[in-house]
């Protein structure tokens, strides 16, 4: 791994988390303005937002970053295809917005049955529709190796939801519907933002059919698979909402959003790789690489889904919102599922780089009908327990299955030593938080058992010799 790409997953890790940290910078603001009811209600209606998004982009985040590279540097090409596919998008979009407003209530007051969807529908359209634009925004800037630009952008992203939702909820105390209007609020000047820098890959008279005949060959498997990991997290809440009500989706979703750090990273390093893999993957060396990042990845997040395990605890109690401890029930099968999702964000590259994009939605669509089938099953009697014990061994088995596939598009030698060790330890630390009462430890313990880890690490040898004279020379920099 290049100082180049290290400090770029650096900017792209930061910009992830800024989104996933406004979750945690207004946690504090939704435990005194909220009730669990509120949040399971929030939680619900932002499952819809989420599945609109998906459904809204068309995939044509990643499939303008495939083909800026297919295009190599013909910018007059680029910006032909690049206006085409915002084009579709855009009156697309128009289209669908009307069709949903015209059949929202037939589906949501089956799937929805607590809440007065009707109240909130409007503001969930449109937030998703303002959503899908900016999101090109990234994918250019990481496109281009801008990871400041990228930085920045969610910086104004966090900032400005931020101040919307705050003012919503806390100063017009508007709960659970203020909580959503902020959102909505939030993507205005963000949607008018992200036009405003479009404005250099713009060249409408380059318009062609063709372009967006070959974006959408491309990018509808990947709108169905996000589709299908939308369905994957956010079916369960309806399911949820069904059997346990509200406080049972409130319950479920605080679980998710620590579990949701690790996947982060997943897509903050899948950010930086998968550009700079697009680049090099004919070099004979970035098979050598591919092999030993695996191993060195499922280490780094086995390391880090410990550390959310041992102290997320410690964490509700410091926020005084000890209702949430029963979290520790189930937190650690949704992190665990957690680590092998957020490295399927590695390995799917696989399928990107090869143009198998088919086969993304028919592994994930698989999984996901055996996961929600088996949940649905097992719910009623075991809670959520029972549900995430099903969800980990499904990104388990996911993530195995999208590996195997993609080697045999492209292929690498997977260094099976790092592997066999990252999964040892992973389940040395599984034993442990299972079968121990080391969760309800002090924290001096939690700690003496993360610092042993992370020496046995390095005294085993883990890292190649050429790994350890790279973290030694970014040590030195520092």
């Known amino acids: 791994?290049?100082?180049?790409?290290?400090?770029?997953?650096?900017?792209?890790?930061?910009g992830q988390l800024l989104t996933?940290?406004?979750?945690?910078?207004?946690?504090?603001?939704?435990?005194?303005?909220?009730?669990?009811?509120?949040?399971?209600?929030?939680?619900?209606?932002?499952?819809?937002?989420t599945f609109f998004n998906a459904l809204m982009q068309y995939g044509s985040g990643p499939t303008v970053m495939r083909y800026y590279y297919e295009f190599g540097k013909n910018s007059t090409e680029f910006k032909g295809f690049f206006t085409s596919i915002l084009v579709f998008n855009f009156l697309a979009n128009i289209i669908?917005?009307?069709?949903?407003?015209?059949?929202?209530?037939?589906?949501f007051s089956f799937l929805l049955p607590d809440i007065e969807i009707s109240t909130y529908i409007y503001y969930i359209i449109f937030y998703s529709f303002f959503f899908a634009f900016p999101i090109l925004n990234l994918s250019l800037f990481r496109v281009e190796s801008k990871p400041i630009k990228f930085l920045l952008f969610s910086i104004a992203q966090f900032v400005i939801s931020f101040v919307c939702i705050y003012y919503m909820v806390a100063v017009l105390d508007g709960g659970a519907f203020g909580k959503i209007k902020g959102?909505?609020?939030?993507?205005?000047?963000?949607?008018?933002?992200?036009?405003?820098?479009?404005?250099?890959?713009?060249?409408?008279?380059?318009?062609?059919?063709?372009?967006?005949?070959?974006?959408?060959?491309?990018?509808?498997?990947?709108?169905?698979?996000?589709?299908?990991?939308?369905?994957?997290?956010?079916?369960?809440?309806?399911?949820?909402?069904?059997?346990?009500?509200?406080?049972?989706?409130?319950?479920?979703?605080?679980?998710f959003q620590v579990s949701y750090l690790l996947i982060t990273l997943g897509i903050s390093f899948s950010l930086a790789w998968t550009p700079h893999f697009f680049s090099i993957a004919e070099k004979e060396d970035t098979k050598r690489l591919y092999g030993n990042l695996v191993g060195n990845f499922l280490m780094f997040l086995s390391f880090l889904g410990l550390i959310a395990i041992l102290f997320t605890s410690d964490g509700l109690i410091l926020l005084q919102a000890e209702d949430y401890l029963k979290i520790n029930l189930f937190l650690p099968y949704l992190i665990l599922g957690a680590i092998f999702q957020s490295g399927y964000y590695m390995v799917q590259q696989l399928l990107f780089?090869?143009?198998?994009?088919?086969?993304?939605?028919?592994?994930l669509g698989v999984f996901m009908t055996l996961i929600i089938t088996l949940e649905y099953v097992i719910l009623p009697d075991f809670g959520l327990l029972g549900l995430s014990i099903i969800k980990c061994f499904g990104f388990i088995g996911i993530f195995t299955t999208t590996l195997l596939v993609g080697l045999k598009f492209y292929?690498?030698?997977l260094n099976f030593r790092k592997v066999y060790t990252a999964l040892f330890f992973l389940a040395g630390n599984s034993i442990l938080v299972f079968y121990n009462e080391i969760l309800y430890s002090g924290i001096l313990t939690k700690i003496i058992l993360v610092l042993?880890?992370?020496?046995?690490?390095?005294?085993?040898?883990?890292?190649?010799?050429?790994?350890?004279?790279?973290?030694?020379?970014?040590?030195?920099?520092?």
């Open 96 to 107: 669908l917005t009307v069709l949903i407003i015209f059949v929202y209530e037939n589906i």
């Open 20 to 49: 996933q940290l406004l979750s945690i910078a207004l946690l504090p603001l939704y435990l005194k303005k909220l009730t669990l009811e509120d949040y399971g209600i929030v939680a619900s209606l932002m499952s819809v937002a």
């Open 183 to 255: 959102e909505f609020w939030a993507r205005v000047p963000l949607f008018i933002i992200g036009f405003y820098l479009f404005k250099k890959y713009i060249n409408f008279s380059a318009v062609r059919l063709s372009y967006i005949k070959e974006g959408l060959k491309y990018g509808i498997p990947l709108m169905f698979q996000a589709i299908l990991w939308w369905a994957l997290y956010k079916l369960d809440y309806f399911l949820i909402n069904r059997e346990l009500g509200n406080e049972g989706v409130g319950l479920f979703n605080v679980g």
């Open 1 to 14: 791994m290049s100082q180049k790409l290290l400090a770029s997953f650096s900017l792209y890790t930061l």
């Open 353 to 363: 780089y090869s143009k198998r994009t088919i086969l993304i939605p028919i592994i």
């Open 452 to 478: 042993a880890n992370l020496i046995l690490i390095w005294k085993i040898n883990f890292f190649t010799l050429e790994e350890r004279r790279f973290f030694k020379s970014v040590i030195r920099k520092k």
């Open 411 to 413: 292929h690498f030698k």
